[in-house]
């Protein structure tokens, strides 16, 4: 079975910071992807960035990268130059195989300004 | 708009009653998956439709189902409803070969309150 963990129930950063979320996950497949969701207050989710278990490079998009460690099965997300835009309820999710994909209980992460 | 339409985006219902929510995946999309989000929590998988095939279950109540019609959109049936039952769902959908690798689209939920 697959397993997504998030061990922050919430952080808080100020604003123009830098924050690290933090995920970890089992699975016992070799071929899975690795996923960050946004959920602001309108409860929309919205994919952040994507990884590849495949791929040894980190995905970066813009402000956000990800911190990919496969043999701890850790996934983090960190986020640059925090902007009062990013407060929200982040999910780490993971698909392997066939299976669904799973969330984590997720981080919610305040903006300080 | 991310392009998966859900209806109706709020539903106020009473113990007992029966509603039926909606989903129209995003166009090419074949697969849709439903989710439950009880307050502060993380999404629970329910079920998931593929051109009109049931595919998978997770954890949905017998009280609960799910169909997807030819035209793709997929409606989730809710009956003999309970206070706990109350929680946001969210319908997702992906294209039929590349969700895995990609991620769902997600539409924006529709809440339900049972009082």
């Known amino acids: 079975a697959q397993t997504v963990t998030q061990s922050q129930p919430e952080m808080s950063v100020q604003e123009a910071e830098t924050v690290t979320l933090s995920c970890t996950y089992d699975?016992?497949?070799?071929?899975?992807?690795l996923f960050w969701y946004k959920q602001p207050p309108s409860r929309q989710m919205i994919l952040v960035i994507r990884?590849?278990?495949?791929?040894?490079q980190n995905a970066t998009e813009n402000r956000f990268s990800v911190n990919f460690q496969k043999a701890a099965k850790s996934f983090s997300l960190k986020i640059s130059d925090s902007q009062l835009g990013d407060a929200a309820m982040y999910f780490c999710?993971?698909?392997?195989?066939?299976?669904?994909?799973?969330f984590g209980q997720g981080t919610r992460l305040t903006i300080n300004p | 708009d991310s392009g998966v339409t859900q209806t109706p985006k709020h539903l106020i219902t009473a113990t007992g009653q029966r509603v039926t929510l909606r989903c129209s995946p995003r166009?090419?999309?074949?697969?849709v998956y439903w989710y439950q989000q009880s307050l502060d929590q993380g999404l629970q998988f329910l079920i998931q439709?593929?051109?009109?095939?049931?595919?998978a279950k997770g954890n949905i109540l017998e009280r609960f189902s799910a169909q997807q019609f030819p035209d793709l959109h997929s409606e989730l049936n809710l009956s003999s409803l309970e206070l706990g039952d109350s929680a946001l769902y969210f319908c997702?959908?992906?294209?039929?070969?590349?969700?895995?690798?990609?991620?769902?689209?997600f539409g924006s939920g529709t809440r339900l309150t049972v009082v």
């Open positions: 997702a959908s992906s294209p039929s070969d590349r969700g895995r690798s990609y991620g769902y689209t």
């Open positions: 699975t016992s497949e070799s071929d899975y992807y």
């Open positions: 990884q590849e278990a495949y791929k040894q």
């Open positions: 999710a993971l698909i392997q195989g066939a299976q669904k994909l799973v």
């Open positions: 166009s090419g999309d074949l697969s």
């Open positions: 439709y593929y051109n009109g095939e049931e595919r």
